[in-house]
């Protein structure tokens, strides 16, 4: 199974009807338009991305769906989710998933980066509920790829402890980084 299919399976779990997600990286915009499945016609997605093809790309499919008026999109880095989202909305995210590494079919050289997904997810754990899910594929193929994923890894291992479990899904390719509630007994 591929890691993008089994990062949407795993977030949909956390999915609830009339709920909030956000895609950090909306790329293509197949993660948002799960996203806004998965919530349905009363729930809320923010998706960010720094480049405007992949706004208009993600907006096409959403409009194709049906599902165009229930996704703001946002025109910022993912380091920016703090302050783009509005502050009723922290604490009450049901999922965040974030896709690093470059737009597919697009420039190789606008990636994401090591300081501003460290950063982002560190927003991530702020505005996530406590019952809600950080899902992190990180493509590392690219030049600083490789780093990121390590970095991200290790400040994900360094979040897991009583209230997160971290799940590793290793490929040869890129890595999924999963941190969920941890399971109360």
């Known amino acids: 199974m591929r890691l993008t299919r089994k990062a949407q399976l795993i977030v949909g779990e956390y999915l609830q009807p009339g709920g909030l997600a956000v895609d950090a990286t909306t790329g293509n915009g197949h993660d948002t338009l799960f996203?806004?499945?998965?919530?349905?016609?009363?729930?809320?997605?923010?998706?960010?991305?720094?480049?405007?093809?992949?706004?208009?790309?993600?907006?096409a499919r959403l409009e194709a769906a049906g599902l165009d008026t229930q996704v703001q999109l946002i025109h910022r880095s993912h380091e920016k989710l703090?302050?783009?989202?509005?502050?009723?909305?922290?604490g009450g995210i049901q999922a965040v998933m974030f896709n690093l590494g470059y737009l597919p079919g697009s420039d190789k050289t606008t990636i994401t980066r090591r300081d501003s997904s460290l950063a982002a997810l560190q927003q991530?754990?702020?505005?996530v509920s406590p019952q809600g899910i950080i899902s992190v594929l990180a493509y590392r193929g690219h030049p600083g790829g490789q780093e990121e994923s390590q970095a991200i890894q290790t400040a994900m291992e360094g979040l897991a402890g009583t209230q997160w479990h971290l799940s590793v899904f290793e490929s040869p390719g890129p890595v999924l980084l999963v941190l969920a509630p941890r399971p109360h007994d």
């Open 35 to 59: 996203l806004a499945q998965g919530l349905g016609s009363t729930g809320r997605v923010f998706a960010f991305d720094i480049q405007a093809r992949a706004l208009a790309t993600t907006r």
């Open 82 to 90: 703090l302050e783009s989202l509005p502050p009723e909305t922290h």
């Open 124 to 127: 991530a754990t702020r505005i």
